[in-house]
């Protein structure tokens, strides 16, 4: 199937609290990850683990996906999930053209981690999109 759904984030107000809700309900394994540019305790960004990773960090498990977890920026930010993309600038296209909106235009991750973008469609619902980078 084409354009998997491949990362969700779920902003918070308590990373600590949160935390510990989804590794005590789900058992799910949360580690802090090193973003180039953070700046900050509120810019702090915790891997979500699922499910167990390959060296490339992507799920071993056909169709399984992991996730993030960061300080909640706004009191509106919605539980995201990502949609995977060969191109986000092809898609950003189409999600105008179908009457959808760009929140967010394509962003580096950080390198070799690939692109982001966000978008509202026409139901008022809010996504993103992930481009994979090209690896050397």
């Known amino acids: 199937m084409k354009n998997p759904i491949v990362h969700f984030e779920i902003p918070v107000d308590d990373i600590e609290r949160a935390k510990t809700f989804y590794t005590q309900v789900f ?18 960004y915790y891997m979500v683990r699922t499910i167990e990773v390959d060296e490339k960090q992507m799920p071993k498990q056909a169709g399984g996906i992991n996730g993030g977890l960061m300080k909640r920026k706004d009191p509106g930010q919605p539980f995201m999930n990502y949609v995977s993309t060969d191109s986000i600038d092809n898609t950003l296209n189409a999600i105008k053209e179908a009457g959808g909106e760009v929140l967010m ?25 992930h481009e994979i980078a090209e690896l050397d």
């Not at 058992?27 to 702090?44: A, L, R, T, V, Y």
């Not at 991750?109 to 982001?116: D, F, K, S």
């Open 105 to 129: 235009s394509k962003t580096e991750i950080a390198p070799n981690m690939g692109w982001i973008a966000a978008f509202r469609d026409t139901e008022g619902n809010i996504m993103g999109l």
């Open 27 to 44: 058992d799910w394994q949360i580690e802090k990850f090193e973003m180039p540019d953070s700046s900050s305790d509120e810019d702090d």
